[in-house]
């Protein structure tokens, strides 16, 4: 069985950083695109950061862009989002995301084109 598991969210001040950690099991995803989604209350999930199978090609919201990094380890079959000077409306759960089916070095914005999402990590950001 597929799992993506999100760890490392929490309480952090303005400001502040956090590192976010999703751990695959059930296959790998070494040449597989994954990605960083979020969703806030009352708002529509968000496309946050994506990183290619193949290449180490990245995107970023531009909203993140400067702040936020996506990595990824495929020895430990995890990928990371290192969050740094982060803001009150940064506060979202974040999900990460991987496609079933390797994508070369292609990286992907759209929810749509991911086929396993993880349960999400809640992020909260005091003023």
């Known amino acids: 069985q597929v799992q993506l598991v999100e760890s490392g969210g929490g309480l952090v001040q303005a400001g502040g950083s956090l590192r976010l950690s999703c751990a695959t099991s059930?296959?790998?995803?070494?040449?597989?695109?994954m990605g960083w989604f979020r969703q806030a209350p009352g708002k529509e999930r968000e496309f946050v950061a994506a990183?290619?199978?193949?290449?180490?090609?990245?995107d970023y919201a531009d909203s993140v862009k400067g702040r936020f990094t996506i990595s990824r380890d495929n020895a430990k079959n995890t990928l990371f989002l290192q969050m740094n000077s982060l803001k009150p409306e940064d506060t979202a759960v974040y999900y990460c995301?991987?496609?079933?089916?390797?994508?070369?070095?292609?990286?992907?914005?759209?929810?749509?084109?991911?086929?396993?999402w993880g349960q999400g990590t809640q992020v909260t950001v005091s003023s």
């Open positions: 995301a991987a496609r079933r089916y390797n994508s070369g070095t292609l990286y992907f914005a759209s929810g749509a084109a991911y086929d396993y």
């Open positions: 990183i290619s199978g193949i290449g180490g090609r990245l």
């Open positions: 059930g296959r790998t995803f070494t040449t597989n695109a």
